[in-house]
């Protein structure tokens, strides 16, 4: 019976193979096969043993179920694969599968080859995501709205702006991964406590073989773990990326409210009901799951952290958190990541909402403008804010044309003559650089992966 809504209603299917157990098993007996792969190499094993044992640590031999009864009764999961993976070998290799080794090992060490493959999935979508909005940047880049602080009316900006600052965070967000997966994805095989002592003379050298065959960095110290730190920085900023997701469908349900109606996510009409008592209904439920999934993502944050100072060598309160926290993370991430794409590979546009939005104060937007136009004519700065700013109040509370009460001024219309000002009060030319800017960022990218 299926319990947690992963099982059954969020995650994609590339993710969620990647933390099967089945797959969590195959890693593992990919480390015991690197493992006997290096003794043998290194002489420290026959030769024949550890082929016996590399051919024998697959899953097509070592049944998930013959694991799953062993630990019914050992209750240890890595003594029981080891016992899964003897059980398989001719003669008497099975009785070196594992040796000089300790179990968390074979944990982080395979821990790191499903983090890898998590992270290779998790960057892919965001190269995707951030092409997707690039796209948009370049087509929107002359769509001019009205820009909002504190959710009021400032002065215009432009959906290229918009889409192009977002782009630019997900290439942050990108290369943090990519320092991440640098720190977390490593091998170890270093013993009880660090210092290889079961194996010898040679123990650092199978350390340093054993990552080698697995294409992994080897950790250039431990104690019983790799050191949670690195941990903490993936589980960060895989937190710090769903931040980025949040203000994106966010500022989407934002800008779908009824009042603002810019743009909104994609709804069928043919299929989808918004409401089920309220027909006219057609809500952000796509934007929404992404805020709500997030919320799961950056609560990790705090676990992680606290997995990081253990006892000594090391306890295992970090054990029993992982289990959840690592497969969890990944899929939700990767999840909310699918859904961002969705979003905005089908993000609809109201025009009309758009013009009509920049419009909606009557000209007030256009103050700073003013002002900075009286000052260039040779009005003082804050001569020129004062007088704006006294007729900006005035026509917001009297619902009149600034640029009215501006020609009106006897103090303004000395600075700049009516044409001037009616020329001045077009918020389609007031945007700056930003045409510059995301040309700037388009061009860039273009060396972005």
Known sequence: MAIHPIEFRYGTPEMKNIWEYENKLQKMLDVESALAQAEGQLGIIKKEYADEISKKANTNYVKLERVNEIEAAKKHDIASMVQGIAEQCDGEAGEYVHFGATSNDIVDTSNSLLLKDSIHVLEDKIIKLTN????????NKDKVCIGRTHGQHAIPTTYGMKFANWAAELKRQYDRLEHAKNNVCVGMLDGAVGTTAALGPQGWEVHKKVSEILDLPYATITNQVVQRDNHVEFIMVIANLATTLTKIA??????QRTEIMEVGEFFDPEKQVGSSTMPHKMNPITAERICGISRIVKSYVTAAMENNPLWHERDLTNSSCERIMLPEACILSDYTLELTIK??????????NIEKNLNLTHGLVMAERLMAELTRSGMGKQTAYAIVRKNAIKANKEKLLLADLIL???EASKFLSEEEVRKIMDPHT???????IVDEILEDSKNWF
């Open 132 to 139: 997707i909005i690039l796209k948009l940047a370049k087509e």
């Open 408 to 410: 009106a001024d006897e």
């Open 430 to 436: 007031y945007t700056g650089s930003a045409d510059i």
């Open 343 to 352: 979003l905005m590979t089908k993000l609809q546009f109201h025009d009309e």
């Open 250 to 255: 966010l500022e989407i349900r934002n800008l």
